[in-house]
């Protein structure tokens, strides 16, 4: 069964450096996510990808995060100046539709900021 | 905007006891509604869905009917098992049509022997 997959499993950073997130997601899938859950709270959403645009982004992602579908196989997520509290677990996700579709979401990559 | 609230946990049962896990939501529009299950160092793995009212979603004997007069989701199995212990998630497609997930804060279950 196709998945979507997650590099790497755990990073470590230091304060104020950049990280980037990668992502596999399934191939024929057209919609692209990222949620984040930081330790002991829900899944919030972070950002939509569709057609090589965001196409909704939640108030946690600012300046500081972007997105990028490099290659049409990889979805990354960059963090360009890591703070304490963005030390969480990072999901991606996709999907064939929106809405109604089921999202598949890859097993995470949890992030430590020190 | 669109919200999920989910029973607090955790749940403790066990093997063979009844299981509700309580689920409301606040929306505009007609959101598709779904449960998501995470197993212990894994991810998020759709358990069931629901996309319009009174729909029954169901799977490995898991089952949850989409109430819009209540505005409920409530997970139920008859008899679970040591196996299904697991974080679960209610979560709601957001009002915009971009498929945003808007997640509840999850129930721990622990079926003990």
């Known amino acids: 069964e196709p998945e979507v997959t997650q590099t790497p499993s755990h990073q470590v950073t230091q304060m104020g450096q950049e990280v980037i997130l990668r992502c596999v997601p399934i191939s024929n899938h057209l919609y692209f996510y990222w949620y984040r859950q930081i330790l002991g709270q829900k899944v919030e959403f972070l950002v939509s990808?569709?057609?090589?645009?965001?196409?909704?982004k939640s108030e946690i992602f600012d300046d500081q995060f972007s997105v990028e579908r490099p290659d049409g196989s990889n979805f990354t997520l960059k963090i360009r100046s890591t703070k304490l509290e963005d030390s969480a677990m990072y999901f991606c996700?996709?999907?064939?539709?929106?809405?109604?579709?089921?999202?598949?979401f890859g097993p995470g990559t949890r992030l430590t900021v020190l | 905007g669109n919200s999920v609230t989910q029973m607090e946990g955790p749940v403790t049962l066990s093997e063979e006891a009844f299981l509700t896990i309580n689920c409301t939501y606040t929306?505009?529009?007609?959101?598709?509604l779904f449960w998501y299950v995470q197993y212990p160092g894994e991810g998020l793995q759709l358990l069931l869905k629901?996309?319009?009212?009174?729909d029954k979603g169901s799977n490995k004997g898991f089952e949850a009917t989409y109430r819009k007069e209540t505005t409920s989701f409530h997970l139920e199995k008859g008899s679970v098992q040591v196996s299904d212990s697991a974080v679960y998630f209610c979560a709601l497609t957001g009002s915009s049509n971009t498929g945003k997930l808007i997640f509840g804060q999850g129930t721990t279950l622990q079926v003990k022997p």
């Open positions: 629901a996309t319009k009212a009174d």
């Open positions: 996700a996709s999907s064939w539709l929106a809405v109604t579709d089921t999202q598949y």
């Open positions: 929306a505009t529009g007609y959101p598709s």
């Open positions: 990808f569709y057609n090589n645009e965001i196409s909704e």
